[in-house]
């Protein structure tokens, strides 16, 4: 197809199959691996066939993808989706500032239009990077009707998004109680397939007389896993995972976001029961969550998907969370080895492990991974081309997983497909109203800044910084240098 032509949703016209020729191939399929000059046809919503030179049906699209990458669609498996409201807002945020921030005084004051813009925004942003599957962690859900609005977002956009139904103002042995809570399920999920799927979050807190069973009897009741930020410093601990497992709720669905600060006794548990990690590398080490913990947890066999957390501070698309999940855990690794002065002269943890916990690890997270999660022909279609003819870092194209990892970024999405449907092509999104959702956040941002007032708006954008203890430097002579001066600088550039 010639690369300047306008696109639209005419471009790919629906029932028509597609087919991907010439492209370095990422199958994350254990059984096709990669495939170099592969191609990958699509006949309605389904893989058809991976291969060379494949025979296209009369009519099919074809879509160029020499030089580029094709891969699953990557899947989150934690996302904040409605704090994109006020993307970036938080850069420089602890995890204190955060419940401050949300917890404490403002979150109140998100309306349902709110939770509406930062979904569509964020929904728009997942697709167009080619995160094909979102897990919205819904947690400003104060009424159903938020939860509707969430919806109206999430359905307005064509990604495969799973609801995670939370509301971080309310007990959620409440609110899961309430008939409202039943009827939303039965009026905005239950039939709606694969595009749209429902969890039930809420955090453990550790109250020993563990009010969130009710929670968890609703969940194992509507049959909808359970999401929980857990091994969070300082908040959610061992108690927590302790009072899950003593009372059954520990299972293969359920999803534990962070598990950073846990002991050996909590993993095991995880592992022993099946449940699955959300690992969101840029947050825990910004937030201050605990260490990334792939590192530990590869050790103890837990499966591991990825996620970015919330857009009110970092990144989010998943090249960004593959490469922090990577460094992370070499970081992690080499101090260790430090600290008993060994040099790590053989890396563990491979650039291809981050692609597929970011693919596949995600799918089986959520109990996709016979739909989704790798190109394998009878799955769903949803796949990412990352190709860009004008980056100077799209060649030599030597090792590909490394390639996603450490070369490629967001701006290199090529062509993202999801269930069929080909939603972005050449760098440009079919069927997202960009625009729509610019207006929403422009309204969200002025109601959120008028009601806060400037100076909270802008306290609590600037947080007070942390002192740091100067060390003192034996050559440094004089008073004059010291003031002012952490002893790295010169005396002559003082002013
Ligand atoms: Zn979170």
Do not use: C
Request: no cysteine; charged share 20%; hydrophobic share 40%.
């Amino acid at each position: 197809m010639s690369q300047n032509a306008a696109v639209n949703s005419n471009t790919f016209p629906s029932g028509r199959p597609v087919v991907f020729r010439n492209a370095t191939v990422l199958t994350i399929d254990p059984e096709l691996g990669m495939v170099e000059n592969g191609d990958v046809l699509v006949v309605d919503d389904r893989i058809a066939a991976v291969g060379h030179q494949l025979a296209a049906p009369d009519g099919a699209v074809e879509i160029d993808a020499s030089d580029g990458i094709l891969m699953p669609g990557m899947v989150d498996t934690h996302r904040h989706m409605w704090q994109t409201a006020l993307r970036g807002f938080g850069a420089d945020w602890t995890l204190t500032n955060y419940f401050q921030f949300y917890y404490l005084n403002w979150g109140k004051i998100f309306r349902p239009e709110d939770i509406y813009a930062g979904n569509l925004l964020s929904a728009i942003e997942a697709i167009d990077s080619g995160v094909t599957t979102t897990v919205d962690w819904s947690h400003g859900l104060q009424t159903v009707d938020y939860a509707d609005a969430a919806v109206d977002a999430l359905e307005a956009v064509p990604g495969r998004f799973v609801l995670a139904y939370g509301n971080l103002l309310g007990a959620p042995w409440q609110w899961t109680k309430a008939p409202e809570f039943a009827d939303f399920i039965r009026r905005r999920i239950d039939g709606r397939g694969d595009r749209l799927r429902m969890q039930i979050a809420f955090d453990v807190t550790g109250d020993p007389a563990f009010p969130e069973k009710a929670a968890f009897e609703v969940a194992r009741e509507f049959n909808l896993p359970v999401t929980t930020h857990a091994g969070v410093w300082g908040v959610t601990k061992d108690i927590s995972i302790k009072m899950m497992y003593d009372h059954g709720f520990m299972t293969p669905s359920t999803i534990y976001v962070h598990a950073a600060t846990l002991s050996d006794d909590s993993y095991q548990r995880i592992a022993a029961t099946g449940g699955h990690a959300s690992v969101s590398a840029e947050s825990e080490m910004n937030a201050g969550q605990g260490y990334p913990p792939t590192w530990q947890l590869r050790r103890h066999r837990i499966p591991v998907s990825l996620s970015m957390d919330t857009s009110v501070w970092w990144s989010a698309d998943l090249f960004s969370a593959m490469r922090a999940t990577l460094n992370a855990d070499r970081g992690r690794e080499h101090l260790e080895a430090h600290k008993r002065d060994e040099t790590v002269m053989l890396s563990h943890l491979r650039a291809e492990q981050v692609v597929n916990w970011a693919t596949m690890g995600g799918a089986e997270a959520l109990g996709m991974d016979s739909l989704i999660g790798s190109i394998t022909p009878g799955k769903k279609a949803d796949l990412v081309l990352i190709k860009n003819e004008q980056s100077p870092a799209m060649f030599p194209l030597l090792h590909p997983y490394g390639h996603v990892v450490f070369q490629a970024g967001r701006g290199d999405v090529h062509t993202v497909m999801v269930d069929g449907n080909v939603v972005k092509y050449d760098h440009q999104l079919i069927g997202a109203d960009l625009n729509k959702a610019k207006q929403a956040v422009a309204k969200t941002v002025e109601y959120a800044r008028d009601k806060m007032g400037e100076q909270a708006w802008n306290q609590s954008m600037n947080p007070e910084k942390a002192v740091v203890e100067l060390i003192e430097n034996p050559y440094l002579y004089t008073k004059q240098e010291k003031q002012g001066n952490s002893g790295a600088a010169p005396a002559a550039s003082q002013e």
